[in-house]
């Protein structure tokens, strides 16, 4: 338990940029007095210009860690990668055995899994955190996913139970499980907000091109959804978007920026971790793709000239009947999108042994972080009936609401294929499902195929062992 002492601090942070200032003056808020470093001196002022006396802000790392109460707690929220290897190293220099240092940036499951093997062995207990909100989440009350070291959670508990944000009096926040579990846990996280902002930016594109309307009319319709069972953050930021102007201009100002996505790399690392993981998560795999495609307007400008579109565009001109569709296709899709990650989830956990609990992930998402969603209920409810759920698809509750959405999104998916209006992720959820549900794939003409250019073997059906065939002897 972190005790209050008037001179030295209980809580240090690394990293006094959009998160690590934010985050900080969150824990200060509750009552803790704080420290912060960063390497560049503006950050330093700009935290100690608040003239906060719970704040201190340092740009000398000995100053920082020696104004903190031990065992010192320190949390960095620096860039993913080599900075966060530079940082540790800075601070073994400098903190004792038993000091606790916590990751809170997106850093890949795999350096949290040497970085928690490497301060163990040295005697440093090491939490790796996945943290989501944003900046008004972290100053405000975000989501947390910490894992590694279930001591020193306990130790930091009470601090991240205070400044989490808050569902029915619970805090977003809970220890995931073993090693880089809480990594693992958002980056699956950003997958699933990958594959979430696909889709709305797809359901634009049709409400916009396939049935023709304007700014406004898309604002309603984000507005309607965000008072339904598709409220979600993701949906009320998009209907904020739909509705900001910049002072004396009269045209939405979203319509300024470039239609070129960037990625960090989350989706990707989620949409590798599935593969090698042997998961199928299309529908994040998509998101990440098209974020690529994205990128080459040089390529898709020429192309548009070479290749114009279908005669007819437009869907239907009874659009107020076709948005009852099209809200029924995004229902089905969007529980695709948590489907997959939580099946990537539920496959990580076997295979690395976290010691995972789904329902508490899904509890922890329903408040504070980037996915948080009215449906995050069904799947805290799916998980909590049944622990040991392999896919939110077997659920009954989701089972009966996914049968009576499937005619939207077949209508939306053929209605755009026929019009020439792209729908990548929503037809991926669709062709997703049709096979999930689909006995008998037809995988075993590839086996086939396989077998006769590469005598790779296949297994029969109804008859154990494996066999090859030579394929070319002709037959009978
Ligand atoms: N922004 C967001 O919405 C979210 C971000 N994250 C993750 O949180 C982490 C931090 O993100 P964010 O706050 O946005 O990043 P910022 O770039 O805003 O802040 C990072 C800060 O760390 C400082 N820094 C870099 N290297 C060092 C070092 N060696 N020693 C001390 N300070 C250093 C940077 O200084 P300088 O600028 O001089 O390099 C900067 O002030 C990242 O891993 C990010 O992916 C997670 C959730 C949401
Ligand atoms: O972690 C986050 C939210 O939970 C970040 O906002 C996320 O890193 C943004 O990712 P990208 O820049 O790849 O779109």
Same mark, same amino acid.
């Given at each position: ?37 960063? &390497? ?53 220099? /400098? ?31 090491? /939490? ?30 009470? /601090? ?27 980056? /699956? ?254 995988? &075993? ?32």
């Amino acid at each position: 338990m972190i005790q209050e002492n008037k001179n030295q601090s209980s809580f240090g942070m690394i990293g006094l940029g959009t998160m690590g200032s934010n985050l900080l003056q969150n824990i200060a808020d509750h009552g803790y007095n704080c420290s912060g470093y960063d &390497n560049d001196p503006k950050k330093v002022d700009t935290l100690n210009n608040l003239s906060r006396n719970d704040i201190h802000a340092y740009s000398d790392l000995k100053a920082f860690v020696e104004n903190l109460k031990s065992p010192k707690t320190v949390m960095m929220l620096v860039p993913a990668g080599k900075i966060v290897d530079a940082v540790i190293g800075e601070l073994l220099e /400098v903190l004792d055995k038993g000091d606790i240092i916590i990751d809170g940036g997106n850093s890949h499951f795999t350096d949290t899994e040497r970085r928690f093997a490497d301060l163990e062995k040295k005697g440093y207990h090491f /939490v790796g955190m996945g943290v989501s909100g944003g900046e008004e989440g972290a100053r405000k009350g975000p989501s947390m996913m910490p894992g590694g070291d279930k001591n020193a959670y306990e130790t930091i508990k009470p /601090v991240l139970e205070k400044i989490a944000a808050h569902v029915n009096g619970e805090p977003t926040v809970a220890y995931m499980g073993e090693r880089s579990a809480g990594h693992f846990v958002k980056m /699956v996280h950003n997958g699933i907000e990958y594959a979430l902002m696909q889709l709305i930016s797809e359901t634009y594109e049709v409400m916009k091109k396939g049935l023709q309307m304007d700014d406004k009319e898309i604002y309603e319709v984000f507005k309607k959804w965000n008072d339904g069972r598709l409220k979600s953050y993701l949906i009320e930021i998009t209907r904020d978007i739909f509705a900001y102007k910049k002072k004396g201009e009269d045209h939405l100002f979203f319509n300024d920026i470039k239609d070129e996505a960037k990625a960090k790399g989350t989706g990707k690392w989620t949409s590798q971790a599935a593969m090698d993981l042997t998961v199928p998560v299309p529908i994040i795999d998509i998101a990440v793709s098209m974020r690529d495609l994205s990128k080459y307007k040089d390529l898709r400008t020429k192309a548009s000239q070479m290749y114009p579109d279908p005669k007819e565009i437009k869907f239907t001109d009874k659009k107020g009947e076709y948005i009852a569709q099209l809200e029924e296709a995004f229902y089905f899709a969007m529980v695709s999108a948590y489907a997959q990650g939580m099946h990537l989830l539920y496959s990580a956990n076997e295979e690395f042994k976290y010691d995972l609990n789904l329902d508490l992930i899904a509890k922890i998402w329903r408040g504070g972080c980037i996915i948080r969603s009215e449906f995050l209920e069904d799947i805290y409810a799916a998980y909590k009936k049944d622990s040991k759920l392999k896919h939110l698809f077997l659920d009954d509750s989701v089972h009966k609401n996914l049968l009576k959405s499937i005619s939207g999104i077949r209508t939306v998916v053929s209605d755009a294929a026929l019009h020439g209006i792209a729908v990548p992720a929503f037809a991926v959820a669709l062709s997703y499902f049709d096979n999930f549900r689909n006995e008998e794939m037809p995988a &075993n003409l590839i086996q086939a195929q396989r077998d006769f250019f590469g005598s790779h073997t296949y297994e029969l059906r109804g008859k154990e062992g494996v066999f090859h065939t030579d394929w070319e002897d002709g037959g009978n």
